[in-house]
């Protein structure tokens, strides 16, 4: 591949060109890096690459372990911030070029790591080179979305966005079954299943490089025109990222992004856990193992069908829904644990973790009502740091006030309660700073050349 | 056009809908 080919110039669509070609360009990355969430398939492998059948003496532990999906993530949340806007400049075909040299090189470098035994090389690999590929490839395709779908932008970086949700659904099957066709007596397998799921998503994400293309400048959907009328909250103005963070609208979305994804990561990560200990007795493992599989696809499914959703009602509305929607779930649920109700405490959860979910998708198309289409993907970069608070307090949250509730000699089963309530605290700061969300004021317009 | 269009959802398609047949076998367990 030559260096033009990368170039946003030998990306401009000809003329006739099918926009429905953009979005699965776009879910080739997604689907490919939504591999992070099932990083912790490995976990348990990489704790017992010595003993093979049984951690040995020189094995790592899980705590060490663990800190490889942990890095991977703030890697994600800082490298969208720092490269978005070089991500608007170059153009989504060298950024998810880019992308792709990254993820897959991560599990290269990680492969070598395991090789001679050295997790700094895994820290590295997966965690920086990765977390970075992460980063970048997450943002990627967003802004190009949005101008190919001007009509629809929820529905199409809602399109995107669930192949990050869907990509752990592949991962975690997919891991599984390559550990077990490579393990022999002398390796568990996971060497060999780093290699092959690098070149694989390597070979995937360069599908979407090759394919995704931008619009022409002067490009719009047959027959649609822009409402001469725009909606409330809707700006036909543009502003640049380094005018957007200086906003009160960018940080008021930084804490609607914060929160929502609190609420939803915490219980995310202790799912299996909460609902054994919940309905101790009659919710087995392999049980708990299928929650946690079913809220992961509601997280999936709530990415396309919230962000599709909120091209009908608005952004700032399906916020509320989501706000006042998890207030009243979030404090049902020691109720119906209470009552012992499985199906009524699962449905809760599926719509939660799709709210979860829909807050991710729907925020890109919020950045483009609010400050317009220009750098909208560097705005969304530097937005996702939210993500990476969320990442540490979500977690903290639901395992520390656990904790200090059986210490303090709660029953385990309602361990969880406080929490939920802690929950609809948040999930309430986050209604009110949507609840105050005004169009951007005209002094933080961009009044420069936006081509 | 239209024939590339379906090659290029299928191939991202056939994956996703892979996955999530894996996830809907194992959450059946939840109801066994």
Same mark, same amino acid.
Request: aromatic letters at 14%.
């Given at each position: ?8 110039? $030998?990306?401009?669509?000809? *003329?006739?060109?099918?926009?429905? !070609? ?9 689907? +490919? ?10 976990? !348990? *492998? ?31 949340? +800082? ?26 090189? #991560?599990? %290269? ?64 099957? %997919? ?21 092959? &799921?690098?070149?694989?998503?390597? &070979? ?19 027959? @649609?025109?822009?409402? $001469? ?17 200086? /906003?009160?609208?960018?940080?008021? %979305? ?17 799912? +299996? ?16 193992? #299928? ?14 069908? @919230? ?51 829909? #807050?991710?998708? /729907? ?24 993500? +990476? ?29 406080? /929490?939920?309530?802690? &929950? ?11 609840? $105050? ?15 | ?32």
């Amino acid at each position: 591949m030559t260096t033009s080919l990368l170039d946003r110039q $030998a990306t401009i669509a000809p *003329p006739g060109f099918n926009r429905f !070609l953009v979005p699965p360009a776009a879910l080739a990355v997604h689907l +490919s890096i939504g591999q992070a969430y099932a990083f912790s398939t490995f976990n !348990l *492998p990489l704790t017992k690459l010595i003993g093979i059948t049984h951690s040995a003496p020189g094995d790592w532990d899980l705590k060490e372990v663990g800190w490889i999906f942990s890095i991977a993530i703030v890697f994600l949340g +800082s490298s969208a911030a720092v490269f978005g806007r070089w991500v608007e400049r170059v153009g989504p075909r060298r950024s998810m070029f880019t992308a792709a040299l990254c993820f897959s090189g #991560g599990f %290269l470098v990680s492969a070598v790591g395991i090789h001679l035994h050295q997790l700094w090389l895994i820290y590295l690999g997966y965690g920086v080179l990765g977390g970075c590929g992460l980063g970048i490839g997450y943002i990627s395709p967003v802004s190009t979305l949005i101008k190919w779908f001007p009509d629809r932008p929820g529905m199409a970086t809602g399109m995107a966005i669930m192949g990050f949700g869907g990509g752990a659904l592949i991962a975690a099957p %997919l891991s599984v079954m390559l550990m077990d066709h490579f393990k022999t007596a002398a390796s568990n397998g996971v060497l060999e299943t780093f290699v092959t &799921m690098g070149v694989i998503y390597f &070979m995937f994400m360069m599908i979407g490089v090759y394919t995704v293309r931008v619009p022409a400048a002067d490009w719009k959907p047959a027959g @649609w025109t822009a409402p $001469a009328q725009p909606k409330q909250l809707v700006t036909s103005a543009n502003v640049s990222v380094d005018m957007a963070w200086r /906003t009160p609208q960018f940080w008021l %979305l930084w804490v609607v992004l914060c929160m929502n994804v609190t609420a939803g990561i915490g219980v995310l990560g202790q799912a +299996s856990p909460m609902i054994q200990e919940i309905f101790s007795g009659r919710v087995t493992p392999s049980a708990a193992a #299928g929650f946690v599989g079913l809220i992961s696809l509601f997280n999936m499914v709530g990415r396309f069908f @919230w962000a599709s959703t909120s091209d009908y009602i608005g952004r700032r509305n399906t916020y509320m829904v989501f706000f006042l929607l998890g207030i009243l779930l979030y404090s049902a649920v020691p109720t119906l644990g209470h009552w012992g109700s499985t199906p009524l405490f699962v449905a809760a959860f599926c719509i939660i973790l799709s709210m979860y979910g829909g #807050g991710f998708a /729907t925020i890109p198309a919020y950045l483009r009502d609010m400050f317009g289409t220009y750098q909208v993907g560097a705005i969304h970069g530097r937005l996702l740091t939210a993500w +990476s608070v969320a990442g540490v307090l979500g977690p903290v949250l639901v395992n520390y006030i656990r904790q200090y509730q059986i210490d303090s000699g709660v029953p385990k089963a309602q361990a969880y309660s406080v /929490t939920m309530y802690i &929950m609809c605290g948040l999930l309430l700061i986050g209604f009110l700073c949507n609840f $105050a969300m005004r169009a951007v004021d005209e002094n933080y317009h961009y009044r420069g050349s936006t081509t | 056009m239209k024939g590339r269009l379906v090659i290029l959802w299928a191939v991202v398609g056939i994956p996703l809908l892979w996955g999530v047949m894996k996830t809907l076998q194992n959450a059946m367990k939840l109801f066994q």
